[in-house]
């Protein structure tokens, strides 16, 4: 029953990335921060590239999808596998009472900082609270939260688990995220318990009952005022549940907003307005909502074909889910560096989720990922950070970047996606970016190669212990010096 249930959990997630996945065009309606802290740390936050994200809540404790098994929607990843699946109601029950069961003693968020930054990870974004509604801080607005007496973990030091993670990270440079759900499955605010839920959205007419709807635009705006007031110097406020919008911004193109039927306009102006009173240049990004409060874009579970010319960031999982499911599978670190390159040469960055377990700690084969990655970025990253794209962008397993000060392009040959090792040829011949000059060509944790350059061909020659059996892994990068 357990296997099956595991196995079910992966093929859910799988499902997930497809339907999810946001196919529209995401560089319409962007609007360009004007507030000059605002872009100071938009462009800060463009050159560091590689993000830690983290899915937690008290559904980690049942390795099940996050929240989403709440939603009375007919879908793959709504599927019910806990206790009492039969019954919508006795369900919700038994997973509200996750809350009473939770004790992530193993929590130890100085481990997981320093595993991401030896990774080469500069920033972090953690669920603070998903749409199930469990805030994993201590809010003052609810008791449905792990620092409520319910939780046995309330009695822990580190019981504000959002707290911890945050000064952690912090006190190892990394910028600091909060992601919050907008909407809120627990709220009698959002499914008011008159109706039943119907779907994901708000279960009344909030046009119909201003009132209510107005109480819970005040408890939204006051649980994320207590995390832009309580939690040190925030960088990220990203927000999630897209339906939870303004009704005239809805997109009928993009599958999942065609179950919006109702206005759900949450007052962003008077949210951010407050967030940045408290963060000064706190970046906003009210996901799939363009406008001006989305600072960036949130490709999910995808990296765009193309270079994208606004700011924007892949999420995607390191496992099959965002949530721990047990005995998940873990990319290669091949294909995560991979994909960090091809992020990286087409102008954006990639934010990569770890999902803690029930016990408060990770999968060993995630810290074992983020070694072989740390490894790889060690001689590397030179190529990553503080880059941005430059044509030809992409040409065969050959991927470019320029350092921003233009003094520097960096082209990355890929191993073969089944193959760790690098097996780079006698000579390599590649299209000189933008035709720029080249002074000197580098192939990193190696040294200086010789070059010849034909009109805007340059021909790099290898040395021969570098050729087969080169020891490099997953990406060679040479430097070429402007
Ligand atoms: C998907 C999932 C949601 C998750 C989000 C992260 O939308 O449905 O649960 O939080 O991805 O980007």
Redesign the pocket.
């Known amino acids: 029953m357990k296997l099956n249930y595991v196995l079910s959990a992966a093929l859910t997630c799988i499902t ?1 990335w497809g339907l ?1 996945a946001q196919h529209h065009n995401v560089s319409a309606g962007y609007v360009p921060p004007s507030d000059p802290l605002v872009q100071q740390n938009l462009a800060e936050w463009q050159d560091l590239k590689f993000g830690l ?1 983290m ?1 937690w809540g008290t559904y980690s404790q049942w390795g099940i ?4 098994s709440l939603c009375p929607e007919d879908e793959g ?1 709504t599927v019910r596998r806990g206790p009492h699946a039969e019954n919508y109601f006795d369900y919700v029950k038994a997973y509200e009472n996750l809350q009473t069961t939770f004790n992530p003693i193993q929590f130890n968020p100085e481990k997981w900082a320093e595993a991401a930054k030896q990774a080469g990870m500069k920033y972090v974004v953690f ?1 603070t609270k ?2 199930d509604g469990f805030a994993m801080f201590d809010t003052k607005h609810s008791d449905y939260k792990i620092t409520d007496p319910k939780t046995p973990f309330s009695a822990n030091p580190k019981a504000n688990v959002a707290k911890e993670i945050f000064s952690a990270f912090r006190t190892d440079g990394f910028k600091i995220g909060a ?1 919050f ?1 907008k909407p809120d499955w627990h709220s009698d605010d959002y499914w008011w318990p008159y109706f039943p839920p119907k779907d994901r959205n708000v279960n009344y007419d909030p046009v119909k009952y201003p009132e209510r709807w107005e109480n819970f635009k005040q408890f939204t705006y006051n649980q994320i005022e207590e995390l832009m007031t309580d939690y040190g110097k925030m960088d990220i406020l990203w927000l ?1 549940g897209g339906w939870v919008r303004p009704f005239a911004t809805v997109d009928t193109t993009v599958e999942w907003q065609r179950t919006i039927k109702v206005e759900q306009d949450i007052d962003m102006a008077r949210i951010a307005g407050m967030a940045r009173k408290h963060q000064p240049g706190i970046l906003v990004v009210d ?1 799939t909502v363009p406008g001006e409060f989305e600072n960036y874009v ?1 490709p ?2 995808t990296v765009p074909e193309e270079p994208l010319n606004i700011p924007w960031e892949s ?1 995607m999982t390191m496992g099959g889910s ?2 721990y499911v047990p005995h998940d599978t873990y990319k290669p670190a091949r294909q995560i560096v991979h994909t960090l390159i091809k992020i990286v040469s087409r102008g954006g960055s990639y ?1 990569l ?1 770890i999902g803690p377990g029930p016990h408060g700690d990770w999968d060993p084969a995630a810290y074992q990922r983020l070694e072989e990655i740390g490894t790889w970025m060690s001689v590397n990253s030179e190529g990553i950070y503080s880059t941005r794209s430059i044509a030809p962008f992409a040409e065969q397993n050959l991927y470019y970047t320029q350092h921003k000060s233009g003094n520097a392009s960096y082209v990355f040959y890929l191993s073969n996606d089944d193959q760790d090792e690098v097996s780079l040829p006698d000579k390599l011949r590649f299209t000189v970016p933008e035709g720029k000059a080249i002074k000197r060509v580098e192939l990193l944790g190696v040294g200086e190669v010789s070059f010849k350059r034909t009109d805007d061909t340059l021909e790099v020659s290898i040395p021969k212990s570098k050729q087969q059996n080169s020891g490099i892994r997953y990406a060679a990068t040479f430097t070429l010096i402007h």
């Open positions: 997930v999810h994200f899915h999808v996050e929240s989403w990843w669920t998903h749409h992601y759900s999630d996901r949130t999910e579970q999420c965002w949530s934010l989720n």
